[in-house]
């Protein structure tokens, strides 16, 4: 039996990061997983993966990806409209 997170977030809403070593950074959010309760946001919290060749024809490459942040680390941010 998993447990689904609530949170208030939709996809393509604009964030803000209020903790970790992003905060005060925004971006949007682009994917949500509610059994884990982790978002992932464009141009946030990027990672690395080596990646090694399989044959001797390939060459090995690093991948730059976005990791996901717990939903709780983030908090939406309000369009001012003045």
Excluded: R
């Excluded at 997170?5 to 971006?27: A, C």
């Excluded at 399989?54 to 001012?80: D, R, Y």
Aim: charged share 25%.
């Amino acid at each position: 039996m998993s447990i689904k997170h609530k949170m208030p977030i939709k996809i393509g809403d604009t964030v803000m990061i209020i903790s970790g070593f992003h905060k005060n950074e925004t971006g949007e959010v682009i994917k949500i997983n509610h059994q884990t309760g982790k978002i992932i946001v464009k141009g946030i919290n990027f990672k690395f993966k080596h990646v090694k060749p399989n044959t001797e024809n390939e060459i090995g490459e690093i991948k730059q990806f976005e990791a996901p942040i717990h939903h709780s680390n983030v908090t939406l941010k309000l369009n001012e409209m003045s």
